[in-house]
DNA sequence: TAATCGTGGCA
DNA sequence: TTGCCAAGATT
């Protein structure tokens, strides 16, 4: 009774037959993916690939699904089975994933493909056994459940966090809101198509219900959306303020040999950039402020400015100061190397120090044809 | 709980 | 130009 009186009272409320508005909005509009499965190839029987589900949740965590694509198109190419990732060493998979982002991502890739690839049934299909695999939290086990293996997983995402405050009008601001939006996803997940439904409200939340500007009169759960009513369904989510972001400086060090060869070295396995290759550098990487030293070249020349980069990370800004040596003797320095110039492009170098080579040396980063 | 951890696109 | 933010995990 008490239910009735509050639909009374208030605006429509997500339901199961929410979801099955959803799902057939999926069925009509869903995007097609690299890695995904349509809805009528899944309903013929066509089982999808843990192997393929799993690179590419990986890979788009955090990550847009333009810039996933040739990476997950590349990686299958060349590594076509979780074996076959296992097999490889990890230095080329550090070079394979150079230039997405968040490295750990790559190292806990390897890691967790090792795990799989020992065990005699593959992939976990539950999303504690996922959960205990490297680099897969939450999110991830959740959405290869649902996904790979048809386990009717909440799958949150930041895109399900969005639909569903506006869907639940959940006032709560995140990450506070985690919770209550999780038990309102779990409400809504349908026994049968617990995958489709799951992709089927990031897609809401990647063309309809969008950040700015939500196309709410294209949207399949306008009937249901308790947030469309108030005029105002973007404010929602509510977001606790965010730190501001700090700006660093620093200067890196490119050391050009007569035969074009530069010096590298790899950074620590762990914390920023971790295992990726870099120039040497100096003073960015946790500098008190007041502190002022002056930079320590990597070997003894002339070293002269060749210009500055700027590159913003995820908590500071960076502007890096570029100076250039062209030096005679190939000293061998401990921990560097000298990487010849064909080569240089096949590193695992993160934007950052693409950025900083190309600013010495215009073109040393790009593949060239061969020819 | 709060930091840390990349990059590129877009308003 | 600056901030926002995108299929988060880890510590």
Redesign the pocket.
């Known amino acids: 009774m008490l239910a009735v009186l509050e639909e009374q009272a208030s605006p429509p409320t997500a339901s199961p037959a929410a979801a099955r508005r959803l799902l057939d909005w999926y069925d009509r509009h869903h995007?097609d993916?690299p890695?995904?499965v349509s809805p009528a190839d899944l309903a013929k029987g066509v089982r999808p690939d843990p192997y393929h589900v799993w690179l590419?949740?990986v890979m788009?965590?955090?990550?847009?699904?333009?810039?996933v694509k040739p990476y997950f198109l590349a990686f299958l190419a060349r590594w076509p089975a979780v074996e076959d990732l296992a097999a490889a060493p990890a230095e080329e998979v550090m070079r394979a994933w150079?230039?997405?982002?968040?490295?750990?991502?790559a190292r806990?890739l390897k890691a967790c493909a090792d795990k799989v690839a020992s065990l005699p049934d593959g992939f976990p299909d539950t999303e504690d056994g996922l959960r205990a695999?490297?680099?897969?939290?939450?999110?991830?086990?959740a959405?290869i459940a649902a996904i790979a293996f048809g386990r009717p997983a909440a799958v949150v995402?930041?895109?399900v966090e969005?639909v569903t405050a506006r869907l639940f009008a959940i006032e709560t601001p995140l990450?506070e809101a985690k919770r209550p939006i999780r038990a309102a996803v779990e409400t809504l997940v349908p026994i049968d198509r617990p995958g489709d439904f799951a992709?089927a409200m990031?897609?809401l939340?990647?063309t309809i219900c969008?950040?700015?500007r939500p196309r709410c009169m294209l949207c399949p759960l306008k009937a249901d959306c308790r947030a469309i009513v108030t005029g105002d369904p973007e404010r929602l989510p509510l977001?606790?303020p965010?730190?501001?972001?700090p700006k660093r400086t620093g200067v890196a060090f490119v050391a050009v040999r007569p035969d074009g060869a530069i010096l590298l070295r790899t950074r620590p396995a762990k914390?920023?950039?971790?295992g990726?290759t870099e120039v040497p550098n100096f003073g960015w990487s946790k500098v008190p402020r007041n502190v002022s030293r002056s930079p320590e070249p990597p070997l003894p020349a002339e070293w002269r400015r060749a210009g500055s980069i700027s590159?913003?990370?995820?908590?500071f800004a960076l502007e890096l100061e570029v100076l250039r040596a062209d030096v005679e003797a190939a000293a061998t320095l401990p921990d560097h190397r000298w990487v010849a110039a064909v080569d240089i492009p096949g590193e695992a170098l993160?934007?950052?120090?693409k950025k900083a080579i190309e600013a010495a040396i215009p073109g040393a980063t790009k593949r060239r044809p061969i020819n």
């Open positions: 995007r993916l890695w995904r590419s949740e788009l965590q955090q990550t847009t699904v333009e810039a150079a230039g997405l982002g968040y490295y750990s991502r806990n695999l490297p680099g897969i939290g939450a999110y991830t086990a959405a995402d930041g895109n969005r990450p992709q990031m897609d939340g990647a969008t950040p700015k977001r606790a965010k730190a501001e972001r914390g920023l950039l971790g990726m590159h913003v990370f995820t908590h993160p934007t950052v120090m």
